[in-house]
């Protein structure tokens, strides 16, 4: 019994999104995988895996297409590194043929061979989540020096809640994110949500707290999802779904994470975060 309600709260599978356009980094995304871009030298997904790792995650299912199989060929490139490895006896190479051979050994691939929105590249993980938990991380959204993965982990534990990672925004950029409203206050970094609306306009945004991509997302998802329409920009968003989840009284925790925030996902914020990084 005490056995089963562990193993119900642990969070050992994790999936990421990878299959998106990435228009706000072109043109570079027009010939590049956007998240095998380097950040002060490393691919910004290494930065995302590090975080999993970390944060005890045992299985990562990437979400990707055909037109990004580029990532599955970074991670499955066994081949050509020990040809290298032979050829050359270069102790660089090596360590990084390891720490890519451990990466591997977690990634599972499935695809979204049409991006239809964050909603619908959830969907696909479908049959391989096993637990009544799992998390998500968005690719573009890097967050440094603390761990927000392993935090949040810790407050769904506590809670046995959802969660979504939250920082404060200016007023002037609500429509740029997913917003939500707070129905309780359970401490200065943590609150019960009332309702989430994806990219509001200023004058209908219930707050500044905005949703930044770290979720602990229930398996109940699922059955919702398959029945989301599509909203805003006409794409599946997953902020639709867990709107409705909440309705259903589904407990979702906002939490304020204390690491430092980089936006991968814009050319700006592209730039700025090599910058930013190379300071850490
Ligand atoms: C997605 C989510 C949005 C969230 C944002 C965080 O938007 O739909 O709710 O605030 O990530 O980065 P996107 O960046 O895909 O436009």
Not at 16 to 45: C, D, H, Q, Y
Request: charged share 30%.
């Amino acid at each position: 019994m005490i056995v089963d309600i562990l193993i119900n709260l642990m969070i050992r599978q994790a999936i990421i999104p990878l299959a998106g356009l990435g228009t706000r980094l072109l043109p570079l995304s027009s010939v590049f995988a956007k998240e095998l871009l380097p950040i002060n030298g490393r691919p910004g997904i290494e930065y995302i895996l590090d975080e999993c790792d970390d944060a005890g995650i045992k299985e990562i299912i990437f979400i990707i297409s055909k037109k990004k199989e580029v990532i599955k060929k970074y991670f499955f490139n066994d081949k050509y590194y020990k040809k290298i490895i032979k050829k050359k006896k270069d102790k660089r190479i090596e360590e990084i043929y390891k720490k890519i051979l451990k990466y591997k050994k977690k990634i599972k691939f499935v695809y979204q061979n049409y991006p239809k929105g964050t909603g619908d590249a959830v969907l696909k993980t479908s049959k391989y989540i096993k637990d009544k938990y799992f998390l998500m991380l968005l690719p573009d959204d890097l967050i440094m020096k603390k761990n927000c993965s392993k935090e949040m982990i810790k407050i769904h534990k506590k809670f046995n809640s959802s969660v979504m990672a939250s920082m404060k925004v200016k007023k002037d950029t609500v429509s740029r994110w997913g917003i939500y409203k707070i129905k309780k206050k359970i401490d200065n970094n943590n609150f019960i949500i009332d309702d989430v609306v994806e990219k509001p306009n200023k004058k209908d945004a219930p707050s500044n707290n905005a949703v930044i991509g770290r979720y602990i997302l229930p398996k109940k998802v699922f059955s919702l999802l398959r029945k989301q329409k599509k909203g805003q920009g006409g794409e599946i968003h997953i902020t639709d779904t867990l709107r409705k989840l909440i309705f259903l009284n589904e407990v979702f925790i906002g939490h304020i994470f204390k690491g430092k925030y980089l936006d991968c996902g814009s050319m700006d914020g592209y730039i700025k975060s090599g910058l930013e990084i190379s300071k850490l």
